[in-house]
């Protein structure tokens, strides 16, 4: 079964230094997503992203985030200066279907120190 | 806003018996609602979902969920479990036509044999 894959699984940065997480969604899908989890805290959504371009984004996703589809495969989230509150697991999604079916991918875990 | 609550962030139960994780939301519009689990160093996978038509929803290993409009209820049930079962659940409310899921804070189901 085709799955959502999330590069790197653990990714440690200093804070105020920039990090990309990568993520290749379901081939044949249009919606990607990102939510991230912070320890023991809700799953909080991010962002929404279909036809190159964002759909809807949370109050969390401010200008300090960003997200590319640079190549028609890989979908990327940026955060330009981390802080220590962005310690997380970002998880990215895709769907062929909007909300009504998610595909998750297994997580990036952040670790701002 | 929407928000979800899961009443219970630990439910222990013994192999074979039956089991109930609750879950309420609020939402001042038609929703969608989503039961997602995470098995230990994976991502979240969809179990099942209410979008219309009968309340009573299931998946393929058992687990079953009762859309209750007017107790804003979406509680899940099994009624036997399995060591296999041992996870964490995540409820989840979408607005109908809306891009994005609101999650609850997850219940982690402890199977003791």
């Known amino acids: 079964e085709p799955e959502v894959t999330q590069t790197p699984s653990h990714q440690v940065t200093q804070m105020g230094q920039e990090v990309i997480l990568r993520c290749v969604p379901i081939?044949?899908?249009?919606?990607f997503y990102w939510y991230r989890q912070i320890l023991g805290q809700k799953v909080e959504f991010l962002v929404s992203f279909y036809n190159n371009e964002i759909s809807e984004k949370s109050e969390i996703f401010d200008d300090q985030f960003s997200v590319e589809r640079p190549d028609g495969s890989n979908f990327t989230l940026k955060i330009r200066s981390t802080k220590l509150e962005d310690s997380a697991m970002y998880f990215c999604a895709s769907s062929e279907a909007g909300v009504m079916a998610l595909h998750f991918g297994n997580g990036t875990r952040l670790t701002v120190t | 806003a929407q928000s979800v609550t899961q009443l219970d962030s630990q439910v222990p139960v013994f192999e074979e018996a039956p089991v109930e994780l609750r879950c309420n939301y609020s939402s001042s519009v038609s929703v969608y609602l989503f039961w997602y689990v995470q098995y230990p160093n994976q991502g979240l996978q969809l179990l099942l979902k209410y979008l219309s038509g009968s309340t009573l929803v299931k998946s393929i290993n058992g687990f079953e969920a009762e859309f209750n409009k007017s107790q804003t209820s979406f509680h899940l049930r099994k009624p036997s479990v399995h060591i296999s079962d041992t996870a964490e659940y995540f409820c989840a409310v979408s607005d109908r036509g809306a891009q994005k899921l609101v999650f609850g804070q997850g219940t982690r189901l402890t199977i003791n044999p």
């Open positions: 081939s044949n899908h249009l919606y």
